[in-house]
């Protein structure tokens, strides 16, 4: 009977130490999973391979990816994985982009790999903190002091626009289509540009103008050379005239007539010059006689008068 009793405690002692040491074997422990800045914790059984605790948490890796520890790395006790992604990301500066691959690491890390330091109106697109992540576009921009005159005011502007035109959408600017923009909205934006924007409008005017009379000489035999008279009053016409007037930031710049009508026609002025020569006795008492103008063949309006006087002796003058 005693005997029997002995062996059931070894018994009972054995079945004692076994579930202890199952205890110990068969653990749980919490592993924080760190994706590229996205936190996963999980409780897993321990012990375990990083690659299977990966797989329990359905997160998949790929070719040139890193994780540390190692995938076949046991896990015994709480702690943290991290999977740094390789990542194929776009870096645009001054205007070139160019694309760049990097395991793991931050926009700042990308930026200090490949010797990018940013100056005083230098921004980038992404926080400097942020992870990457594969087909990022990293642009660093660049912020300009510009100065923007439309409608009468003078607006100073940080900006980091890249053309003229985006400054305008940022200043909810509408332009015009015959509006002038100075320089051109597809210029590209530097330090101390000042962009001015002219209103053009147009408009149809018509007035009522005076048209000039004319001075009409007609010449008269019956009166004495150098006489004048005038033997009608002249009179001033009118008309109206339509224009089509350009104007800049509400000032005229030009105006081009589009269309006259007249409305009351000009009387010209009529004078009189008398073409006769007065016969003057020379100082040996002879007097004219007659004077006939000879003009010549070319056309001119040029000649000469024949002139006989009454002593019978003739003179030729020119004209």
């Known amino acids: 009977m005693i005997t029997m009793k002995i062996m059931k405690k070894i018994t009972l002692l054995g079945t004692s130490v076994f579930l202890g040491l199952g205890l110990c074997a068969c653990g749980k422990a919490t592993v924080q999973i760190n994706d590229s800045g996205v936190v996963t914790e999980l409780e897993v059984s321990t012990p375990s391979t990083v690659e299977e605790i990966l797989e329990e948490a359905e997160i998949a890796w790929k070719d040139g990816d890193e994780v540390s520890p190692a995938l076949d790395t046991k896990i015994t006790e709480a702690g943290e994985i991290v999977i740094s992604r390789k990542n194929t990301v776009k870096l645009t500066a001054d205007g070139e982009t160019k694309e760049v691959v990097m395991v793991g690491g931050t926009v700042s890390d990308l930026l200090e790999q490949e010797g990018v330091t ?117 009179e001033n016409g009118e008309k109206q005239v339509t224009y089509q007037v350009t104007y800049v930031d509400g000032e005229e710049e030009s105006r081009e007539a589009a269309e006259e009508t007249v409305t009351k026609e000009p009387v010209n002025k009529v004078v009189r010059v008398g073409t006769q020569e007065e016969s003057s006795p020379s100082s040996s008492g002879r007097s004219v006689v007659s004077k006939k103008a000879f003009y010549d063949c070319n056309g001119s309006g040029h000649g000469y008068y024949e002139i006989t006087y009454s002593d019978g002796s003739v003179e030729y003058e020119e004209f």
């Open 118 to 234: 940013l100056g005083e109106k230098q921004r980038v697109n992404y926080d400097l903190d942020e992870y990457l992540k594969d087909g990022m576009e990293i642009k660093i921009s660049y912020s300009y002091s510009v100065e923007v005159t439309c409608d009468g005011e003078t607006y100073a502007r940080e900006t980091e626009a890249e053309t003229v035109s985006d400054v305008l959408e940022e200043l909810k600017i509408t332009l015009g289509e015959d509006d002038r923009i100075t320089p051109a909205v597809t210029e590209a934006v530097a330090e101390g540009m000042k962009i001015v924007v002219n209103r053009v409008t147009f408009d149809t005017v018509v007035e009522t103008e005076t048209i000039e009379y004319e001075t009409v000489y007609e010449d008269d035999s019956s009166m004495s050379k150098g006489q004048e008279e005038v033997s009608k009053d002249g």
